[in-house]
């Protein structure tokens, strides 16, 4: 035996496997090859092909001689068997036998039996490659019937249907097994080629046959629907429903509902559309879900045509536009306008529709009409837009003054302007509307202290005056704004041309003009004037709600009478202010005082004076009355009184800058009447306490001239010696140099006057005047906005704090300027210091304010919110301090989830104040709401406040929030396209960031469920 059949004798061997090698080697013992090969014959006629294979091995392995046709036959019986068995090694022993053999007769029964294994194994590209190698001349009828059908069952499989089609056909038209098989898979055939009627003749002949009744009311039932023969489906949706597959189903309800919904008989159609997406398993088309929902729709049945349509949104704008629209109308319906309105423009948006593109536009502006909400989804554009697009509609009329009515109820009117501007040709109408939101985007501006954007927006609604009631009002916020910028007589000059308007009585801010114009001429000292103007602002009393101005006006008056100097007259309306006992009553007490102390009445002004330091402890005015009574006494000669009421003075009020006046004062007290050691021991004091002080260089002139007169003239000397040769020098030395500096400043010279502080500063780093200057020299770099030079300047006042005339004004600049930069370490320092030394009711309530501040932004919270409460306690906080104080307890609280407390003071910032801080406080309203899980209260109270909502940001913000709302609910779709409402509308990138995120998650999430549920291959068609 050559070497290389020995191999491949070996490597047959180890194929056919040991068990088999082991009987071969037992048969030899007791068979014949040629017996052995007659009876693995008889097993193999007697289809026993396993132990017929076996025998084959057997005596394929007992011949040497490798073209003894013994051998040749065992070795092809053995492939035939292997793949009549199925076995794994019916490849390898087939192609083997090829191989050895290729010349061998009955070689095609190996390829068509070994296609036949294929086939069975469902392995239809190998089948067709064995097929392919046989001639069909070897094959029986009956297996060319089989060879026909698996030939074609295959190309069909492979979706060759040109190639399976005639053999399909070749079966059918006799009768053989495979005529049903055969019938079944050319009228599928037909099916996909859409030739209907024909592939209908075909499944008739099969829907009674067992096998195929279950899966032919499915092609049935389809060719009738796609050959619009609703009708027929309807008549035999029973037979159709009881024939079919449970998992056909489905299918054929929605086949049902589909034709009971084209031949719109809807209320019919829902049980079966309800039934086919309840029992579907594979994703539903878009179009099912719009038929379903349109039913429902039809049916007056809105609320449950909702979800359905929702779910019908595609990315096919035609059935978009049908659905959004039929959406809008079902969302009208159930009195859902916000939604609704969404929907209408999405179906003006999608879709090529043009009757519905207007009307769903119009439908979308007219909501927007009833809502005016909703600005980043064009609520005012929507009717520009409109009118724009149909010029000629018969709406046209209808739609301008819906669109005018929009511009002057909501609250957006920096869109309302920018839309406005667009319309080239406005009708009257449309410019009495922009005057107006002209005239309230301006008072938005206005209450953020924008003031050149709002004079920029009231000069356009004064020069659109076609409205003389707005015209008149803002006329008098133009005003206001002069006088805020510290423009009196501008100011003056534009209150006065307001009330020359013949409107200016009939509007709210009349009573306030005359107020306003009563400061406007009392800060330009025209005293005479502002008592006229403050005058007719209390003769309108009666309009008049605040008795806080009615009270101020009264101490005005009295204010200007007492500039004027008469006296009698200006006590009169301090006394208003102390009968009305309501506010400022304690200033009023002590300007009374300060009156009858310039009429002589003394003992009345200590009696007036006295019942402020009685009545009123804590008045700012206290230390002031305290160092008035001691005066007076002085100048009524009640040396006695006056020395204790000075020592009352200095001892309750140690850190009082009046402290130095008043040691001055007793010092001149005990030197009049002669009691000199006295005056010296108080002159010593105050230059001690005060040795750089002006009143310290007086001082030390007095007890010069004691000592002079006296004849201690060399004790004088000694007490110089033991003191600061500072203190000698005050008038001799740096004061030059001082004064040529501070001259400059007084003059308004301060470039030249920085420098000569600079030139003092060089020369006289610790001269008497080093503190006036260093404060003088940080005022004159506040004035250029220099900031880094102004700074060190104060800190040196604050860090000596012997001078209190500097040290307050000092502390108010750095505690300034290090909050800017955001330094609020150390501006807290600074606050806190001016807290301790503050006297006037401004001057504490500023540095109550910083401390507050600093501490939130420190994120000491609980500090911020105990300053804040304790600052609201204060009657003399104004308005923004109100607002600010009320904001950060606000803040502060949602820092530390202390939702409750953060509610409270949002729902007074919502109901109090006019700017930013309003609409603040509503979103936060509802976001706590959103905090705390109650969707459907944070869904209504966002609705409810929209309108109230003046500042993009926070309407932005909201609108987030909204779909936030909407996707807790699950409620995908309105979600989607609130945040993509904020993409395409709003201006800002942060909120426009977020919005965007949010909606590529809701699409991301849609993607992948739509993977999840992609169509499952069907099966059925191969049994």
């Known amino acids: ?57 057997s005596v394929y392995e007992k011949i040497d001689e490798p073209f003894d046709t013994r051998k040749q036959s065992s070795l092809y019986y ?230 359905l349509l929702t779910k019908s949104i595609s990315d096919n704008d035609s059935l978009n536009q049908y659905a959004q629209y039929t959406l809008g109308d079902c969302y009208l319906k159930n009195q859902q306008k916000e939604f609704a309105s969404r929907a209408f423009l999405a179906a003006h948006e999608k879709g090529n529709n043009a009757t519905i593109k207007e009307d769903a536009l119009y439908h979308y502006a007219k909501l927007q009409y009833e809502l005016s909400s909703n600005p980043f989804v064009g609520a005012i554009a929507s009717f520009e837009k409109y009118l724009n697009d149909y010029p000629d509609s018969e709406r046209k009329n209808e739609a301008e003054t819906f669109l005018s009515s929009i511009y002057l109820t909501t609250h957006n009117y920096k869109a309302a302007i920018a839309s406005l501007e667009k319309i080239e040709n406005k009708s009257v109408v449309l410019l009495q509307a922009y005057q107006r939101v002209t005239y309230f985007r301006a008072l938005e501006l206005f209450n953020d202290n924008n003031l050149d954007e709002a004079e920029k927006y009231l000069n356009l609604s004064i020069q659109n005056n076609y409205d003389a009631t707005t015209y008149a009002q803002a006329t008098f916020w133009k005003g206001e704004i002069a006088y805020l910028r510290g423009n009196y007589k501008e100011a003056s000059q534009i209150y006065n041309l307001f009330l020359n308007n013949s409107r200016s009585s009939l509007v709210a801010e009349y009573p306030l003009c005359y107020y306003n114009l009563g400061y406007a001429e009392f800060k330009q000292k025209k005293y005479s004037s502002a008592i006229k103007y403050f005058n007719n602002f209390l003769g309108l009393e009666p309009q008049v709600s605040n008795k806080k101005m009615i009270a101020d006006a009264n101490n005005r008056v009295g204010d200007c009478y007492f500039m004027l100097s008469q006296l009698e007259t200006a006590i009169v309306y301090y006394d208003k202010v102390i009968m009305l006992n309501f506010y400022d009553v304690d200033y009023a007490l002590f300007q009374k005082a300060q009156s009858e102390g310039g009429l002589s009445r003394y003992n009345e002004k200590n009696k007036t004076m006295q019942q402020l330091v009685s009545k009123y402890p804590n008045s700012p005015y206290l230390a002031d009355a305290q160092y008035e009574i001691a005066l007076n006494y002085a100048t009524a000669g009640n040396t006695q009184a006056a020395l204790q009421a000075f020592d009352q003075f200095i001892a309750n009020n140690p850190n009082n800058p009046l402290v130095k006046a008043a040691l001055l004062k007793k010092g001149s007290i005990y030197y009049n009447t002669e009691r000199d050691e006295d005056a010296v021991n108080t002159y010593k004091q105050l230059i001690k306490e005060y040795p750089n002080s002006e009143e310290a260089g007086t001082a030390l002139k007095s007890i010069e001239n004691i000592y002079v007169a006296n004849g201690n003239v060399e004790d004088f000397f000694n007490y110089v010696r033991s003191v600061s040769a500072r203190q000698i020098t005050v008038s001799y030395q740096d004061s030059i140099m001082y004064n040529a500096a501070s001259e400059k400043y007084f003059n308004g010279n301060f470039v030249d006057a920085e420098k000569g502080f600079d030139q003092y500063i060089n020369r006289f780093p610790e001269g008497v005047f080093i503190q006036k200057v260093q404060y003088y020299k940080g005022e004159c770099a506040m004035r250029r906005n220099d900031f880094a030079q102004a700074l060190p300047a104060f800190r040196y006042v604050i860090a000596h704090e012997s001078d209190f005339q500097f040290l307050l004004p000092s502390l108010h600049y750095a505690s300034f300027i290090c909050y800017r930069d955001s330094n609020y370490t150390e ?165 426009k960031a977020i919005a965007t995120e949010k909606y590529n998650a809701i699409i991301a999430q849609e993607e992948n469920q739509n993977k999840k549920a992609t169509d499952t291959e069907d099966n059925e068609t191969e049994e």
């Open 827 to 991: 501006a807290l320092n600074y606050y806190q210091k001016m807290s301790t030394i503050a006297t006037l009711p401004s001057q504490k309530t500023e540095a109550m304010e910083g401390q507050m501040l600093c501490q939130f932004h420190l994120k000491q919270y609980a500090q911020a919110i105990e300053l804040a409460q304790n600052m609201l306690k204060e009657d003399k906080i104004d308005i923004n301090q109100n607002e600010t104080a009320h904001l950060i307890i606000a803040r502060s609280a949602m820092q530390i989830d202390s939702f409750n407390l953060a509610q409270k003071h949002y729902q007074i910032l919502s109901r109090q104040s006019k700017g930013e801080a309003a609409s603040e406080a509503l979103y936060y309203l509802a976001y706590i709401q959103y905090l705390q899980g109650d969707w459907d209260t944070t869904e209504k109270y966002i609705f409810d406040m929209l309108v109230n909502i003046t500042h993009d940001y926070w309407l932005a913000k909201s609108y987030i929030l909204l779909g936030d709302v909407y996707l807790q609910k699950g409620n995908s779709f309105q979600a989607k396209y609130t945040y993509l409402s904020i993409m395409e509308n709003y201006d800002g990138e942060d909120l």
């Open 1 to 57: 035996m050559k070497a290389n059949n020995f191999v491949n004798l070996f490597i047959i061997s180890v194929i056919i496997g040991f068990c088999g090698l082991v009987n071969a080697q037992q048969t030899r013992k007791y068979h014949s090859p040629e017996h052995e090969f007659m009876r693995a014959e008889e097993l193999f006629g007697m289809q026993q092909y396993g132990s017929a294979k076996t025998l084959f091995t």
């Open 78 to 307: 053995m492939s035939l068997c292997a793949s009549l068995l199925c076995n794994e090694d019916a490849p390898k022993l087939a192609y083997y036998f090829a191989d050895q053999y290729p010349e061998y007769m009955h070689l095609d029964r190996v390829w068509f039996t070994l296609g036949n294994y294929y086939f069975t194994k469902k392995q239809y590209k190998k089948a067709l490659v064995e097929y392919s190698k046989i001639s069909t001349k070897i094959l029986s009828e009956e297996e060319m019937y089989a060879y026909k059908f698996k030939v074609g069952y295959c190309y069909f499989l492979q979706e060759n249907y040109d190639a399976a089609k005639p053999l399909f056909a070749e079966l059918q038209q006799t009768d053989n097994e495979y005529k049903n098989k055969a019938t079944f898979y050319y009228s599928h055939i037909l099916y996909t080629e859409e030739n209907y009627n024909a592939a209908l003749i075909g499944f008739d002949k099969l829907k009674e046959e067992d096998t195929y009744s279950s899966i032919v009311p499915f092609y049935i039932a389809h060719i009738y629907f796609n050959t619009k023969q609703y009708a027929e489906i309807i008549a035999k949706k029973e037979e159709l429903l009881s024939k079919s597959s449970s998992k056909r189903l489905p299918e054929i309800n929605g086949l049902i509902a589909q034709s009971y919904f084209h031949l719109q008989q809807y209320n019919e159609a829902i049980p079966y559309f309800d039934t086919y997406i309840q029992t579907n398993t594979q994703t539903i088309i878009p179009e099912i879900y719009y038929m379903a929902g349109y039913c429902y729709y039809q049916t007056r049945q809105y609320a449950d045509a909702v979800p």
